[in-house]
């Protein structure tokens, strides 16, 4: 989330500017040199720092992923390859490639072919892949690049612009001024989170293992931000009950803070960038949804 915030915040412009040819031929030229069959099949549309592709080389399909030009969209391609291979590594075929595009070097990640879900992916099984990463993440070296205090600080620049645009009642807007006060008050133990956990970015393996992609915006948090941060998607909707945070050993009150605030920067974004038009329900009852889980 945080790597999107910042970028729309830079309203980074020259980062867009790609020319998808010109890519693909280099990463071609550069894979011909190790192995005799290279082949791009498609390209699938990019998010908002990376690029993708599937290719065949010597008859493996493989899933290839870029950046945008930038130094700091590189940066946080070699987190994500540090990280996917330390978490798994053992199990699938992950290479890092340096590329020269234009006299400007480009890091790709190429790795095994992974599919998407055939079916929902119910609260239990986010749980088991979030315990799965933080076991391997644990009492590691390794350094990320975002901070959960810059998640609060960006949700109190959130709630101002969205209450300054009208989006928010008064009432609203002191409620979520005080969920932010008291997560800002709250001690929690950090470890590595995904930072942006959503069903798209679960995948699986040929024989079924789960694997969690995109981390690009991985932050130091605490243990439960990722399930958190999973239940503020539209989809985790039909989920939201009185007793679900409990359920899992969660406050609610603390819980739906979270939730609050995460909702209020995907909020600001989605005002930066108009997707909110096509929102079925206005940011405010989003939040209202949320704080309902406490009766």
């Given at each position: 989330m945080l790597s999107k915030y910042f970028h729309l915040e830079k309203n980074d412009m020259e980062a867009g500017k790609v020319d998808m040819s010109l890519f693909i031929s280099a990463l071609v030229a550069d894979l011909k040199e190790q192995y005799e069959d290279v082949r791009i099949e498609q390209t699938f549309p990019g998010g908002t720092l990376g690029i993708f592709f599937e290719l065949y080389i010597d008859g493996k399909r493989k899933f290839a992923k870029t950046h945008r030009y930038g130094h700091e969209y590189r940066e946080n391609l070699l987190q994500e390859i540090e990280i996917m291979s330390l978490v798994y590594g053992d199990t699938l075929d992950i290479e890092k490639v340096d590329v020269e595009i234009g006299g400007r070097h480009l890091i790709f990640m190429i790795m095994d072919y992974l599919?998407?879900?055939?079916?929902?992916?119910?609260?239990?099984?986010?749980?088991?892949?979030?315990?799965?990463?933080?076991?391997?993440?644990?009492?590691?070296?390794?350094?990320?690049?975002?901070?959960?205090?810059?998640?609060?600080?960006?949700?109190?620049?959130?709630?101002?612009?969205?209450?300054?645009?009208?989006?928010?009642?008064?009432?609203m807007y002191q409620r979520c001024k005080e969920s932010l006060q008291r997560v800002g008050e709250q001690e929690y133990t950090e470890v590595i989170s995904h930072g942006d956990l959503s069903n798209v970015n679960i995948m699986y393996t040929e024989k079924g293992m789960p694997v969690v992609i995109d981390w690009e915006d991985s932050l130091m948090a605490f243990g439960e931000y990722d399930y958190l941060y999973w239940l503020t998607f539209f989809s985790q909707r039909k989920y939201y009950s009185p007793a679900l945070l409990e359920n899992h050993d969660i406050d609610k009150v603390w819980g739906t803070d979270i939730m609050a605030l995460i909702t209020l920067v995907k909020s600001k974004m989605s005002y930066q960038n108009q997707s909110y038009k096509n929102n079925k329900i206005s940011f405010q009852e989003r939040i209202d949804e949320i704080y309902k889980m406490i009766v």
């Open positions: 599919f998407p879900a055939s079916g929902l992916i119910e609260p239990k099984k986010i749980r088991e892949c979030i315990e799965h990463y933080q076991r391997k993440l644990y009492r590691t070296h390794l350094t990320v690049k975002y901070s959960f205090r810059q998640v609060i600080e960006a949700g109190g620049e959130s709630l101002g612009v969205l209450y300054k645009q009208g989006f928010f009642e008064e009432k």
